[in-house]
C-alpha cells in the first residue's frame, strides 16, 4: 500500500509499505480522510516535536476516519462497509494512570504518529491503516467523512474546555486561532460561555471563528485591541491559551479576574519566560491540558449529530500525493485553519 512517511525535516513521501497481517483485537480500514495537525507539521519542518525525535522512518497522520475493510480474530460490532473516526490513543492499560481512569495520561501511552517512543507509533495517514477495534467509533449512515476526521481536534478543546470548568455566562477568553483556539472558541460556546474573546495574528482566522461562533476578536498588535487588552485587565473569568506564545500566557496572567482559571492547551517553547506575579496576587489556576479522555465519543457525537458544524474550519483538501504542498498549505497560517487528506483525490 502507500503510506505518507516523514523520513527527516523536509524529507517526506509517498512510499510503498508493507501490510502487516492482523492480529486478536485489530481491524484493517479503507482510509477516507485524514487532518494535518501541528505535530504533524513539526515533524515535517523541524523532524521533531519537543522531546520527540524522528529516528527511522515514520508514517505520519493522527487525526483521521475511514471504512472497515477486514477485521482480526476477537472482534465483535464492527463490520467492513462501516464508517468510523479512529481515536489515535493507544493507552497501555496497567500503568497507575491507566488504572485510574486517566488514560490520556498513561505513562506508556503509543500515541498513532508519534516519534515519542523507539520504535516510532506509525501514524493512520496510509492506505489500509491497522489499528485496534477499541479506537473505532462507528459513525451513523450518511455522516461526512472529512468532518469526522475532525474529532480529534475537537476532542483536544472538549477537554481544556471541561478543565476549563466555565461557569455559565462566564466571559472567555480564547488566545490563539488556529484550529484549536477555534474550535476551544466552540466548543466554550457549547459549554454555555457568554462573552467569547478570541485573539490572534491573522486576520482571515478571526474573521472565520467570529463568523461561526460570534465570538469577539481582537487582531493581537492592532491599538484597538491593546485598548481592550487595558479595559480586560483583571476582568476575564476564563482564559484558554491556545497560540503556545509567552506573550499570550502573559495576558492571561493580565485579564485573568480573582480566582479565575487559566487553561494552558497550546504548547509552550521551552525558552518561554514568565512573569507568574499576576497569577499569585489574583490567586488565579494556571492549569494544562493533554490531548483527550472520553471527549472523543463526544467530539464524535457533536459533530455526526450537527450539534456543531466545523466545515467552515476545513479550508483545504488535497490528495495523497500532492502531500507536500498539503504541508505547505497548512503552515500557511494566513489561509488555512485544517487541511484534509485523501488517497482519492
Ligand atoms: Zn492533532
Ligand atoms: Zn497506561
Known amino acids: 500500500m502507500r503510506a505518507c512517511v516523514i523520513r527527516a525535516a523536509k524529507d517526506l513521501c509517498i512510499q510503498s509499505w508493507a501490510e502487516p497481517e492482523l492480529t486478536t483485537g485489530e481491524v484493517r480500514l479503507d482510509f477516507a480522510w485524514g487532518g494535518i495537525c501541528g505535530s504533524d507539521l513539526h515533524y515535517f519542518q ?89 479506537q473505532c467509533i462507528p459513525l451513523p449512515e450518511g455522516v461526512d467523512l472529512a468532518l469526522a476526521a475532525l474529532s480529534e481536534p475537537y476532542a483536544v478543546a472538549l477537554h481544556a474546555v471541561a478543565l476549563a470548568q466555565i461557569p455559565a455566562g462566564a466571559s472567555v477568553l480564547v488566545t490563539g486561532a488556529g484550529t484549536i483556539g477555534s474550535l476551544v472558541a466552540v466548543a466554550a460556546r457549547q459549554a454555555g460561555a457568554g462573552r467569547v474573546i478570541v485573539t490572534d495574528i491573522a486576520e482571515p482566522a478571526l474573521r472565520r471563528v467570529h463568523d461561526v461562533t460570534g465570538a469577539e476578536t481582537h487582531l493581537v498588535g492592532d491599538a484597538e485591541a491593546s485598548r481592550a487588552a487595558e479595559t480586560a485587565i483583571g476582568e476575564v473569568d476564563v482564559v484558554l491559551e491556545a497560540s ?48 483527550f479522555l472520553g471527549e472523543f465519543d463526544e467530539a464524535v457525537r457533536q459533530i455526526t449529530t450537527g450539534v456543531v458544524d466545523l466545515a467552515p474550519f476545513v479550508t483545504a483538501r488535497f490528495g495523497m500525493d500532492q502531500a507536500e504542498d498539503a504541508f505547505a498549505a497548512a503552515a500557511d497560517r494566513t489561509r488555512n485553519v485544517k487541511v484534509l487528506l485523501s488517497f482519492e483525490g
Open 244 to 291: 503556545g506564545v509567552g506573550a499570550a500566557l502573559d495576558m492571561a496572567i493580565r485579564c485573568i479576574r480573582p480566582r479565575g482559571r487559566i487553561v494552558q492547551v497550546g504548547f509552550l517553547p521551552p525558552e518561554t519566560k514568565l512573569s507568574l506575579a499576576g497569577l499569585l496576587i489574583r490567586e488565579a489556576t494556571l492549569i494544562g491540558a493533554y490531548r
Open 46 to 134: 523541524h523532524g521533531r516535536v519537543a522531546n520527540s525525535i524522528l529516528r527511522e522512518p515514520m508514517i505520519l497522520g493522527h487525526e483521521f476516519s475511514g471504512y472497515i475493510r477486514e477485521v482480526g480474530p476477537g472482534v465483535v460490532g464492527l463490520r467492513p462497509g462501516m464508517a468510523v473516526a479512529v481515536n489515535p490513543s493507544r493507552p497501555c492499560g496497567r500503568c497507575d494512570q491507566c488504572v485510574a481512569g486517566l488514560t490520556h495520561l498513561c505513562r506508556n501511552m503509543r500515541f498513532m504518529g508519534s516519534a515519542a517512543h523507539f520504535p516510532h507509533t506509525h501514524g493512520g495517514f496510509c492506505e489500509r491503516p491497522v489499528v485496534l477495534a477499541a
